[in-house]
C-alpha cells in the first residue's frame, strides 16, 4: 500500500496517521474505524486553489462537495478554510447550519427539493440555490413571493457531453435525471422575468464523477459561457456565475491513473476565457466544487480481521468486522481498493493464492479490497484501507442492523471524535410498535406453534 499524506510506519511496524498510531486508535476508538487526515486533507485544498488561481485570472470559488463527506464539526473546518459548500438536501443544510456555516458561502442543489428544503434554503439566507426543473422553479417563485430574498439562482444545464465513466457516475450527458435542456431554459428564464423578486445570477452544470479526461471539461467551459451570453441577453441582465461542478478522478489504487489536479482547472481556466474574449465578455466568477477529489485520500477505514479462510488453490478470504454498510462503493461501482495489515506493516506479504478482504453483510457482493498484498493474519489483526474520505461515511447504511461506525480526525499525534460510532439503542431509536400488536393475542399466532 502507498502510504499517503501523513501516514508512515513507525518503529513498532504499525501504521501511524496525524501521527497517531493505528492500533492504539483501534483500541481507543473500535473498529470499523474511519480516520480523517486533516493536514492530507487542508493540503489538498491548498492544492486546488493554488490550481484554479493560477488557470484562472477571475475570481474563482471552491465550493466544496457536502455529498462526499459531511458532519457538523467538519463543516467548521471547512468554513475556517475559507470554502464554499455545497449541500444537496435538507440535512446537509441543516447540518451546515448546525454548524453555523455562513450561509452566503451555501449553494443549495438538489433534483427534487421539497417545499421544506426550498424554504430552509431561502430562510436561512443561503447565499445561491441551484434550479434543477420548471416545477421547481415554479415553486420557488411562489414560496419566495413577498420575502426579501438574499439567495441567488443558478440554472443547472444538461450539457450533453459524454463522458468516460461507470455509468452511475454519469450525470451531464442528455439522458439524465439532472438539470434543463435548451427549451426548459428559455422557459426557466420567461418565468424569472416575470419573477422581479428572484435574481438569476449563473449557470451549473455537473459532467459526472471519477473523471480523468480534461477534454470535456475544456468543452463543457466554452459551451457554458455560451450559453452564459445567451441566457444573459434573453434574462435581460448580465449573468456572472459559473458552476463547472467537480468529478475530477482520485487514484484508489496503485497504478490507477490520477492525472494532476493542474490538468482540470488549466482546461476549465483557458476554457472559460477563451470563450469569453471571443465574445468580449466580462470573466464570470468561477465556482468549482471537488468532492472525492480533495477528501477521498484523507481517509483511511481500519478493520479488525475477525477469520481468515483459506480455500485451497483458489483464494484467501480476510474476514473483518467491515462490509458495504460502510463501504457501499464496491458493490454500487466495482470500486476496488488497497489494503494494508496496520500492526503489521513490515511483515513480508503472502502471495500464495490472491487475497479478498471481505465484510460481515450478507450478501457475496460484500467485498472491500480485492488482490491485495497481505500478510499471514490472524483474528484480531488490523486491516487499512485508504482513500476511503469519500462517499464512505457519507453513502453508510444499518443494513444487516450494524451500528455505524464512528469517525475520527487524527492531527499532529491527538485524535478527536466527528461523530460517535452507534449504538445498538441508536438502531432501535425510530422503531414503533402498532398499537395493535402490544395486546396480548392480537398478533395471529405463529405457524410454528400451529399443530
Ligand atoms: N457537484 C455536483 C452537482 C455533484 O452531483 C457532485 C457529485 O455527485 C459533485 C459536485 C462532486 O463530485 P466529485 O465528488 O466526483 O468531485
Known amino acids: 500500500m502507498r502510504l499517503r499524506g501523513t501516514m508512515r510506519v513507525n518503529e513498532a511496524g504499525r501504521l501511524e496517521i496525524g501521527g497517531c498510531d493505528t492500533v492504539e486508535l483501534a483500541e481507543r476508538f473500535g473498529t470499523p474505524l474511519y480516520i480523517l487526515d486533516e493536514a492530507a486533507f487542508t493540503a489538498r485544498v491548498a492544492e486546488l486553489a493554488a490550481a484554479f488561481q493560477a488557470a484562472y485570472p477571475g475570481e474563482v470559488a471552491l465550493v466544496y462537495a457536502g455529498k462526499a463527506f459531511l458532519t457538523v464539526g467538519f463543516a467548521r473546518l471547512l468554513a475556517s478554510l475559507g470554502l464554499w459548500l455545497d449541500v444537496a438536501s435538507g440535512g446537509e443544510l441543516y447540518t451546515a447550519k448546525a454548524a453555523g456555516f455562513p450561509p ?11 417545499d421544506e428544503e426550498l424554504r430552509m434554503s431561502l430562510e436561512g439566507g443561503a447565499g445561491r440555490l441551484v434550479v434543477d426543473n420548471l416545477p421547481e422553479l415554479r415553486r420557488l417563485i411562489r414560496l ?13 444545464i444538461r450539457p450533453g457531453i459524454p463522458v468516460h465513466t461507470h455509468n452511475h457516475m454519469q450525470t451531464g450527458q442528455e439522458d439524465s435525471k439532472f438539470g434543463l435542456g435548451p427549451d426548459e431554459i428559455t422557459q426557466a428564464v420567461s418565468l424569472l422575468r416575470d419573477a422581479p423578486h428572484l435574481r438569476l445570477v449563473g449557470l451549473h452544470a455537473h459532467l459526472g464523477s471519477q473523471l480523468h479526461d480534461p477534454e470535456p471539461y475544456r468543452r463543457l467551459a466554452e459551451g457554458m459561457v455560451a450559453w452564459l451570453e445567451r441566457v444573459g441577453e434573453l434574462y435581460g441582465q448580465p449573468l456572472t456565475e459559473l458552476d463547472v461542478g467537480g468529478g475530477w478522478a482520485v487514484a484508489y489504487r496503485e497504478g490507477d491513473r490520477e492525472p494532476p489536479i493542474g490538468l482540470w482547472a488549466e482546461a476549465v481556466g483557458t476554457g472559460v476565457q477563451e470563450a469569453a474574449a471571443a465574445r468580449e465578455m466580462p470573466l464570470p466568477r468561477l465556482l468549482v466544487e471537488p468532492g472525492r477529489i480533495a477528501i477521498a485520500p484523507a481517509g483511511t477505514t481500519l478493520y479488525r ?6 480455500i485451497p488453490g483458489v483464494r484467501r478470504y480476510v474476514v473483518t468486522d467491515g462490509g458495504l454498510y460502510e463501504n457501499v462503493r464496491a458493490a454500487l461501482y ?14 513480508p506479504p503472502d502471495r500464495s493464492l490472491p487475497t479478498r478482504v471481505v465484510g460481515k453483510n450478507c450478501e457475496s457482493g460484500d467485498v472491500i479490497a480485492d488482490n491485495v498484498a497481505l500478510p499471514p493474519l490472524e483474528p484480531g489483526d488490523l486491516v487499512a484501507v485508504p482513500v476511503t474520505g469519500a462517499y464512505h461515511y457519507s453513502m453508510a447504511s444499518n443494513y444487516n442492523r450494524l451500528p455505524r461506525p464512528a469517525v475520527v480526525v487524527v ?5 478527536e471524535l466527528l461523530v460517535e460510532r452507534e449504538s445498538y439503542a441508536d438502531l432501535i431509536r425510530h422503531d414503533r410498535i402498532p398499537a395493535r400488536w402490544v395486546q396480548a393475542g392480537a398478533l395471529p399466532e405463529s405457524v410454528s406453534r400451529r399443530p
Do not use: I
Open 104 to 114: 452566503e458561502r451555501l449553494l443549495v442543489h438538489g433534483n427534487n427539493k421539497s
Open 144 to 156: 419566495a413571493q413577498g420575502k426579501a430574498v438574499q439567495t441567488r439562482l443558478l440554472l443547472r
Open 305 to 310: 480481521v475477525g477469520a481468515v479462510k483459506t
Open 334 to 347: 466495482g470500486a476496488n481498493y488497497e489494503a494494508a495489515a496496520a500492526n503489521k506493516m513490515t511483515a
Open 411 to 415: 492531527h499532529e499525534g491527538e485524535a
